[in-house]
């Protein structure tokens, strides 16, 4: 979507006014009755009201005269109510809009286009009609003197991110294999200006990753593992941090099978950690933030074939760590252990892993929240928190005792792979623990990362979750702090 700045209002376009009460909005009408219903709207507490003029629209949207740092809830409403504009504008086949700010924080103003310009995302590739289905929306322009040129260009590069990280989630498996996948990081590396190296499955043997190898054991494709760096000529971080991302491009469960129904019908999205990797580097590199990142992506399928491996398998990973797999369904730790052990070579300054883990943390939070927990200093972890609350990518930390690591233990193997029937997220998150020795911090996004039915601006698939977090976490914590 084209998302731009203009210095001056349009005559004969499509107007979406943004402001504080019936002063910030009267001159843009011009008949009494125009008025008298404009009043009438805002005497009904009414705090979107849209105006026909029949050769265009002016749609009026009350915002709070309140600090939005203290109030992310009444940014959140301003994007939700973005979402509902949208759909009155493709209601009526607009394909251009002017929001104006006329009044209040320029907060909310970006809110409001941040709202329209995320609910605009269709994938319509698989779709026989798709150019009768297409939302007319194509032109999103802002004015407002007080949002400089980099505040457009950052919106507009989130929202490209978003979208190319929910088309890879909503892709199928018979698309969008391991291979594939790795193919379209590079893709994005390449337009962003980040590094991809792929290692194949020769390259995976020789380090030993036998979690990436045991997973894969049932698939028809081979593995593979994606690291991505991205190193500005001037960063702000001594050591790195590293984003690590979960690649299961689809999970059966292998031989521990996952009911079809509101289960395996929709794990296609169980790449949406690594996707969310590949969409924070893309906006992260296209906005040049001087941050130096790495990133570690496993990726495979996990199936039942007649070579899988089995519930009572030991394995090996990559740190020597031997694992006893009692579940074949707790897969992605598996590849994720490989990972976290990897990162250690790099003496990061922190570390955080975004996976679609366990139906635990989906069950605690549903879909209004991720699961948070680590070993990283409160301060990193409280920016994060904050971070989440700004943009509505909220992140609840579960507490993340030792005791937990206890149900972990095997006896005949260094780990279990599950630690029982309680906790399953924190134990999950307890045996990742297991592979570092730096500043860690895992977010557990089963939950949010994809809306089996429509969501406000998040939408229906693939949401795009952890992108927009992460990349204004890295910018709060090493450039504004």
């Not at 004969?12 to 125009?34: A, C, H, M, P």
């Not at 504009?85 to 286009?113: D, P, S």
Request: proline share 4%.
């Amino acid at each position: 979507m084209n998302i731009s700045k203009i210095s001056s209002v349009p005559e004969n376009e499509t107007l979406i006014v943004t402001g504080l009460n019936e002063d910030d909005f009267l001159k843009y009408l011009t008949g009494r009755s125009q008025k008298k219903f404009l009043k009438d709207k805002l005497s009904q507490e009414k705090t979107t009201i849209s105006i026909n003029l029949f050769d265009r629209f002016i749609i009026f949207q009350v915002v709070e005269d309140k600090d939005p740092a203290d109030n992310p809830d009444a940014v959140e409403e301003i994007r939700k109510a973005g979402n509902k504009i949208h759909n009155e504008l493709i209601t009526h086949g607009i394909e251009k809009t002017v929001i104006v700010h006329e009044n209040g924080e320029c907060v909310y103003t970006l809110a409001l286009a941040e709202g329209i310009a995320l609910s605009n995302y269709q994938f319509l590739k698989y779709v026989s009609e798709k150019e009768k289905k297409k939302n007319s929306l194509k032109t999103l322009q802002i004015c407002c003197e007080k949002i400089d040129d980099s505040g457009i260009k950052e919106l507009e590069t989130l929202v490209s991110a978003v979208y190319k990280v929910r088309d890879l989630v909503n892709e199928p498996l018979s698309w969008l294999n391991a291979e594939k996948l790795a193919e379209e990081i590079e893709i994005m590396g390449k337009d962003a200006g980040f590094g991809v190296e792929i290692l194949n499955k020769k390259r995976i043997e020789s380090l030993k990753m036998g979690g990436l190898l045991a997973v894969n054991k049932g698939s028809i494709d081979p593995p593979v593992f994606c690291i991505l760096d991205y190193k500005p000529k001037k960063y702000l971080n001594k050591k790195p941090v590293i984003l690590v991302g979960k690649g299961i491009v689809y999970d059966t469960g292998g031989l521990s099978l996952k009911p079809t129904t509101d289960s395996m019908d929709y794990m296609k999205c169980d790449m949406s950690g690594a996707a969310a990797v590949a969409g924070i580097f893309y906006a992260i590199a296209k906005r040049n933030i001087p941050v130096h990142l790495i990133g570690l992506i496993p990726i495979t399928d996990n199936r039942p074939d007649g070579n899988a491996y089995v519930p009572g398998d030991i394995i090996t990973v990559h740190d020597g760590t031997t694992i006893e797999v009692l579940n074949t369904d707790a897969e992605g730790r598996l590849i994720l252990a490989d990972a976290l052990a990897y990162a250690k070579q790099f003496h990061p300054e922190l570390v955080i892993d975004i996976a679609t883990l366990t139906g635990s943390a989906q069950n605690a939070l549903g879909n209004l929240g991720m699961a948070g927990m680590g070993n990283a200093p409160d301060e990193i972890i409280n920016i994060l928190v904050k971070t989440g609350f700004q943009v509505h990518e909220r992140v609840a930390i579960f507490p993340f005792w030792n005791d937990y690591a206890e149900m972990l233990k095997s006896d005949i193997a260094d780990l279990k792979n599950i630690g029982g029937k309680y906790a399953g997220a924190i134990t999950a998150g307890k045996f990742l623990e297991h592979f570092t020795d730096y500043p860690y911090i895992h977010l557990d996004i089963a939950g949010v990362a994809f809306n089996k039915k429509p969501d406000s601006y998040r939408g229906k698939g693939g949401s795009g979750s952890g992108v927009r977090l992460l990349f204004n976490f890295l910018k709060n914590y090493f450039v504004h702090s």
